[in-house]
């Protein structure tokens, strides 16, 4: 007998849609005919505000979320100052960029697709976003750790962010691209193959938010005081370095602390040991904007650093944590549309889109149009105009007149160009074609330069991309999603699909799905199209493996294994070394409170085996004495080295101790020092310099 439905179910139902065999409508129930492309003038031009369907669209996507930020929601940040070192007047008239200036700012980090609760550790891109508090107003750099993007045009991104975040009928996985709606998405879009190989690299599980490279994405543009344009790239790069952790120390990080990289950017600032990154931009003449292979409009592309160089123009220190998270990092308003005279956008369709997409968001998700009167969002310089009114105004406006021009105010505020002083101006360009939802042919080379970043990777780097994509798609219940992109990564790299695709038990195909075709036709009629010959195959600057004589240890943290009974001697003379180099030395032992010394005095220990764990530490010291007989009873002591080992990174021994590594599953190589075979400090802090000793997993490695 069939069950009859109570009211409230029968009122649910009443509104349960199913798209299937549906066409895509607006929601006012209008046809799409083209859910790609932003209406443009010409397929390489600027957008147009008369889209109201991509409005329509983004409009919804930014108010979907109450209160947190639908992507980025889970940040950190720190206040601190950039001070420019590079004269390049001839290029730009921003007077922040004049060399000498040092100007405030904000700086908030965060990962994109898990909830403000999420874990920091996370395979996700990070954001790297900076508010500059410049004397001509706010300026914002939002960026991420990773180079490019999925997508090519805006009217697509809210597509990924759905795609990626928790599936709707179950909420779940959370903070995790590893699931069927991520890669049927990216399986049907050949333009996401060269960022989904970033996210599948050490690049998505970053050792600290300190050892980040941070990047614009897009190509912007620089314009001096004559009006002459330069198309401007830029980069940060981390003076400590860019490091990342394995994915299965990742993982036990989540669980072990959640807030790991918060907490390591708190306690790096608290410390004095104030972050660093030095602000490098590429440089493109004007006339030059079509010399590539690639299409320096196309967020899906890098310009390799051989053909045009990294030039270093300014110094970034975060120096000071915010008082209070929600009325700083939380209120925190990003917007790429904030710009200071000097600074222009380019016709790159997805940052378009986002000069929308961020202002509304803002507006939305901190309550109204007055979010920039908000202590953290204020500029230094003062705010001048006729706004008043609207939720959460804090100034107070003086006078009767509201608008412009006006007699009544004596025609203030006044515009700049009344008294010929320095405004902001747009940079003049010619602009023709018709009105089209179209995309240029120069976006639709998708595969050259995800095989120029595979490429550029170490060996050990490339197993991580393997080992990655293995596990993202041995999640994909479906196995018609992971074919799919299995021969999208074979149009990549013919060992990277075949590795993944042994692991998955399947045989990637040589040509595209047809479905991925159909999709990728809807934007390229005639796709694939030939791609021009590249410039380079691999470039230096994309592997993250250390150089030598590049490495640093200053603020790593290196656990010393002790117990009651341990040599001072023994303890003191690495410590010294270690903190010479800027290292941390980290006492643990069995327990807390009083350690006791073999030559007599005491320590006071604050962390044991059972409090702490491996994963929170760079480095392992096991010093000798009385204690290594305990230590070698201790299972807890053994987890410590043995993960220790398993993670790849450096363990020193002391003579006394180091029969305690032959109870453990360790075998010695280069990252495995001990006391009796050489120079034992020298040889502990030049292995950390390598951050991981990566070849580690390689010889591990089963043969197939």
Known sequence: MKKKKNSEVKQIDDHVVDNKDRVMTTNDGVPVFDNNNTLKVGNRGPSLQQDHIFFDKLMHFDRERIPERVVHARGSGAHGTFEATADI?????????????????????????????????????????????????????????????????????????????????????????????????????????????????????????RMMEGFGVHTFKFINEAGKTTFVKFHWKPRLGKHAVAWNEAQKISGFDADFHRRDLWDAIENGDFPQWDLGVQLIPEEDEMKFSFDILDPTKIIPEELVPVQIIGTMTLNRNPENFFAETEQAAFDPGRLVPGIDFSDDPLLQGRIFSYMDTQNYRLGGPNFHELPINRPINGKHNNQKDGFARMDILKGNTSYFPNSQGGGCPYHAMLKGEVGYETGKQEVQGNKVRERSDSFADHFTQARLYFNSLSPEEQDHVINAFSFELSKVKNEDIRKRELAILNQVDKHLASSVGDNLGLTPAKSLDPLTLQFARQNHPNYPIQPKKPEVERSEALSMKVKPGEGTIVSRKVAFLVDNGVSKASVDK??????????????????????????????????????????????????????VAKLAKNPDYLQFINEGFRHCKALAFAKGAEELAAKSFIEKDAGVIFESAGDLTADFIEQMKQHRIWEREMDRKVPS
Do not use: C
């Open 574 to 627: 690495m410590k010294k070394a270690l903190e010479k180099e800027g290292a941390m030395p980290v006492l643990i032992s069995s327990k807390v409170g009083k350690l006791t010394f073999k030559e007599g005095g005491e320590a006071e220990i604050q962390h044991t085996y059972l409090t702490d764990a491996s994963v929170a530490f760079d480095a392992f010291y096991t010093p000798e004495g009385d204690s």
């Open 89 to 209: 007047s001839s290029i730009t008239s921003a007077n922040f960029l004049k060399k000498g200036t040092v100007t405030p700012v904000f700086v908030r980090f965060s990962t994109v697709a898990g909830f403000k609760g999420s874990t920091d550790l996370a395979r996700d891109v990070r954001g790297f976003s900076v508010k500059f508090y410049t004397q001509e107003g706010n300026y914002d750099l939002v960026g991420n750790n990773i180079p490019v993007f999925f997508i090519q045009d805006a009217m697509n991104f809210p597509d990924v962010v759905h795609a990626v975040k928790p599936e709707p009928n179950n909420e779940m996985p959370q903070a995790a691209s590893a699931h069927d709606t991520f890669w049927d998405f990216i399986s049907l879009m050949p333009e996401a193959a060269h960022m989904s190989i970033w996210v599948m690299s050490d690049r998505a599980i970053p050792r600290s938010l």
